[in-house]
């Protein structure tokens, strides 16, 4: 079965930091851009950060650019997004997903999608 699946969210309070991960099973993730996007309740989907295939190029959103960090793991097929100095706004449900590139940030990807991860930062 062709898919990819997120995990690492939880509860962290503010300044803490998590790890998420992006597991793709039926097909080489290396071969693929893969984007991280996020969603609060009420708000539209926003990419986050994305990472292309090949060169490895990396594009991150202001809002986190300095705290995160996108990286490849090809040997176990994943992909992580690891998340520092973590703030209240950045509580949402994220998600990975894949493409042929990384499109213009305002852009779905319009691959594989996992069921995402919720992530909640509070004190």
């Known amino acids: 079965q062709v898919h990819v699946v997120e995990s690492g969210g939880g509860l962290v309070q503010p300044g803490g930091s998590l790890r998420l991960s992006c597991a793709a099973s039926?097909?080489?993730?290396?071969?693929?851009?893969v984007g991280w996007f996020r969603q609060a309740p009420g708000k539209v989907r926003d990419r986050v950060s994305c990472i292309s295939k090949g060169d490895g190029n990396i594009v991150y959103a202001e809002s986190v650019k300095g705290r995160f960090t996108v990286s490849r793991d090809n040997v176990r097929n994943m992909v992580f997004l690891q998340m520092n100095n973590l703030k209240p706004e950045d509580t949402a449900v994220y998600y990975c997903?894949?493409?042929?590139?990384?499109?213009?940030?305002?852009?779905?990807?319009?691959?594989?999608w996992g069921q995402g991860t919720q992530v909640t930062v509070s004190s």
């Open positions: 039926g097909f080489t993730l290396d071969y693929y851009a």
């Open positions: 997903a894949t493409d042929w590139r990384c499109l213009d940030s305002d852009q779905l990807m319009r691959g594989y």
